[in-house]
Every structure is written in C-alpha cells, then in structure tokens.
C-alpha cells in the first residue's frame, strides 16, 4: 500500500511587499486571503514524488531549481521527482525581478523559500499508509478571455467602455480533476485539484490575496476538515478566465470580489460532490513512475505591435523614470515602459538568444497522470495532449518546474492583443506550444 504524507504553511509576507502581477508598482495595503504552499508527498517504496502547490504568481528557472533541491534533500528523493507548481495569483509577492521589474525583497525570499522546505520536512514526517481516489467532471467555470470585438481586433477582459464583442477567438477547457488520499480509518490526508483558468481579478489593487484558487481550496477544507491540505494546479490559463467575456462585459462597478468567492465555491464544491461520491473506487497499489524531457524551444522576434528596438531604446532614454509611487490603478505609462524595456532587453540582445531549455515531465500515479510545463500556455495546446492521452485521467500543471512567459497560438499573432506582444513574460514562439504537444504525447504514449 502507498505511504502518503501532507502538509500546509502559511507563507502570507508578515511585511509591506511590492506585489507581483502587474507592470505597475503595488504595494500591501491589506491581506483579504492568506497565502500557502501546500506539500503533498507520495510513496510506492520505490519512488517518492513531492508535490508543492504554492499561492504566487511564478517562480523563475533559478529559483525553482534551489527549492527542489533543498526539497529533495530533507524528503530523501531526487529533484525531478518533486514538482512546484504556482497558483499564479497576481496579488502575492514579487519574488523574481520580472513582473515587475524591480529588485524582490530578498528577506521575503528567504523565509518564502525556507517554509517551503519546512513544510516538505513536516509531510514527509507525516507519512502513512493510503488509498488513493481520483474522478473528473466539468464545470462551466472557465472561459476564453481573448474576445474579437467589432473592430476585429483581440482584446483580453473587455469592459463596459469597449466596443461590442462579436465573440470569443478560441476555446477553454472545462474538465476538472480531482485527486485525493485517504488512511485507514477513511479520514482525508489530502486533496490535489486542476482547473484551468486566470487568477488575475485582484491585478489592479494593492491587496494580497490568493484569488479563486483560494477560494476553491479553503471551500474544500470547509467541507472536509481545516486541517486537511489541499493543492491547486493551475492548468492552461494564458488564455482563460472565470468570466465569460464574449457573453457580457464587465462594468466599472462589477464586483470581482463577490465573483471571485462564487467562483471558489462552485469548484470547490464540485470537488466535494467528487469526494463525497462513493462510486468512486480506489486503488490500494498505485505504481508511480517519471519521465522527463527537456527541449530547446525557439523564441520569437518582435511582432507587428511590438516598437521596433531603436524607438524603443529612444523612449527609455527620454522617458522619466519609472515612478515609484504606489499603483492606483491600470497605468499606461508603466506599461509603455515595461513593453519598452522588454524589446531593448530581449530583441537588443547580443547575441540575440534563439531558444530558452524547456522542461516537461510527466508524474504517473496509476491511471493518472501530471503532464508539466512551466508555461502560461494557450489552452488549445492542452486540449491537444489531452485528447491524445492514452490515460483515463490526463492533468496539465503549467507554472510547474520553472517559467518561460506566454506561449500563444499562431492565430493569436495574427489577430495581436496583450499576450501576443514581446515582453519578458512573452518571447517564446507558438513553435514551442507545438514541440510541447508533440514530446508530450509521446511520453504519455511511452
């Protein structure tokens, strides 16, 4: 029978952070929801997987490879075999120099990073013997966010001060699924939860929260026990959303807050309907195995919206300095800077870098399977591995194992829009969408 072991730890900064999530700068004000990370740890007595979800918007190559090592330390396993993963609130820490750009708070990341491992060291310390139960449904709680407005343009959240929406550019993926673990007496260890859709509600204020996903676990506790930890996987959210913006736009006063918790509650419910469910079966003897695959994936050139390099070398030298005051806000101004400096950084390069290492793995538990990339990937490149995976239950992690910005769709560069655009969270060719779906299958298929 499996050992399992889980954890959780609150990593909410006890301190005034810059917030990451935005070209602005954005300061706490306020905590409206605590931040965790959340470990799971799984044995077959030949291998031990790690499993670490954790309320921030991403982690960079750098970082997340310091984290799995000093994980696989203290739980006696080896660095491809534990997984990070990210929620991808726009409204926890900066802890990479990206979005934005400045400096984290170093003393942030250091305790951040030793809770993490703390919190690895107390699940493995809590392992015992399990079943393991999994199922899937859907929920119609994710949508596309890239709408065509009448003008034929893409635009992602459209508002009540936009043109009319003709309809949404492409699909979403509606599957939830959930996987969970309980001991002998039949009490609940664990839940693990994928669902693919953007947590970026709060992205304009200057509020910690964990977003939906919060939302989503803390309903799922409410209905087990408190005490039991729950992990989210963020699936493909580049161009994903709660909201159904080709049906409605949102006004000035839309109450994100309310939608957010409802949001929350309907998937996290509709994990408890999956638990509580007792035609789910389970498998005493579940086999886990690994594989992993790193691949060249190939960037991108600056697009037709993009500024060409010499203006925008130009307005970084005339422009005033990037302000420091707190966000109030969408400032166009940071964002101009932002586009700016990311053309001057990626295509003024010397050399200019032709392709950035890209990690997939899979995870296997039986009949389940974790399929990773540490992308904001276009959901119908997931669709694509799903439909040909040749397992029952088939999750996608992105944000997992590290990070290389959005990977868009060709017709998404066509039809243009905020993703579509060159910038430090968006270089890399729809070409790498592509070659991920192709290794993919193929180490689903093997």
Request: hydrophobic share 40%; net charge negative.
């Amino acid at each position: 029978m499996n050992k399992v072991g889980a954890s959780q730890i609150d990593i909410t900064p006890t301190c005034e952070v810059y917030l990451a999530g935005t070209a602005e700068l954005r300061k706490t004000v306020k905590v409206q929801s605590r931040l965790y990370a959340s470990v799971l740890v799984v044995d077959d007595g030949k291998i031990r997987f790690v499993f670490i979800s954790l309320d921030l918007l991403w982690l960079d190559d750098a970082l997340c490879s310091e984290v799995r090592e000093r994980v696989a330390k203290v739980t006696k396993t080896i660095s491809d075999h534990v997984m990070v993963s990210c929620t991808h609130t726009h409204n926890g820490p900066s802890i990479c120099k990206t979005f934005p750009l400045i400096p984290p708070d170093e003393e942030v990341v250091c305790e951040i990073k030793n809770k993490i491992v703390e919190a690895a060291k107390t699940a493995v310390s809590q392992l015992v013997k399990a079943n393991m139960f999994q199922a899937k449904t859907t929920i119609a709680r994710s949508f596309n966010r890239r709408v065509i407005i009448e003008t034929g343009k893409v635009w992602i959240n459209a508002g009540a001060h936009d043109p009319a929406i003709v309809g949404a550019e492409g699909p979403a993926d509606q599957e939830l699924l959930a996987l969970w673990f309980k001991d002998g007496n039949n009490d609940p260890i664990a839940v693990l939860v994928n669902y693919s859709a953007h947590p970026n509600h709060w992205c304009f204020e200057n509020i910690i929260t964990a977003d939906f996903p919060g939302e989503v676990c803390s309903t799922i506790q409410s209905g087990l026990d408190d005490k039991v930890p729950v992990l989210y996987l963020q699936g493909g959210c580049g161009n994903t959303d709660i909201k159904d913006f080709a049906k409605y736009q949102y006004a000035k006063d839309y109450d994100w807050l309310e939608d957010t918790k409802n949001a929350g509650h309907e998937i996290g419910n509709k994990v408890l309907e999956l638990i509580n469910d007792t035609s789910n079966t389970s498998g005493t003897e579940i086999t886990l195995s690994h594989q992993k695959r790193v691949f060249e994936a190939p960037a991108r050139h600056i697009g037709r919206e993009d500024m060409p390099l010499a203006d925008a070398s130009e307005f970084l030298s005339t422009c005033a300095p990037k302000p420091q005051t707190i966000c109030q806000g969408y400032e166009p101004e940071a964002w101009k800077q932002y586009w700016a400096e990311s053309v001057v950084q990626l295509e003024g390069a010397k050399p200019f870098r032709e392709t950035y290492p890209f990690e997939t793995s899979l995870y296997r538990l039986g009949e389940l399977v974790i399929v990773t990339n540490p992308a904001e990937m276009f959901v119908e490149y997931q669709l694509e591995v799903k439909k040909q995976s040749p397992f029952a239950y088939t999750m996608v992690a992105e944000l997992t194992n590290g990070y290389c910005g959005y990977i868009p769709t060709e017709t998404a560069m066509v039809n243009g829009g905020y993703e579509s655009r060159l910038a430090l969270s968006s270089f890399l060719s729809p070409e790498a969408g592509a070659m991920w779906v192709k290794i993919a299958v193929n180490i689903l298929s093997n």
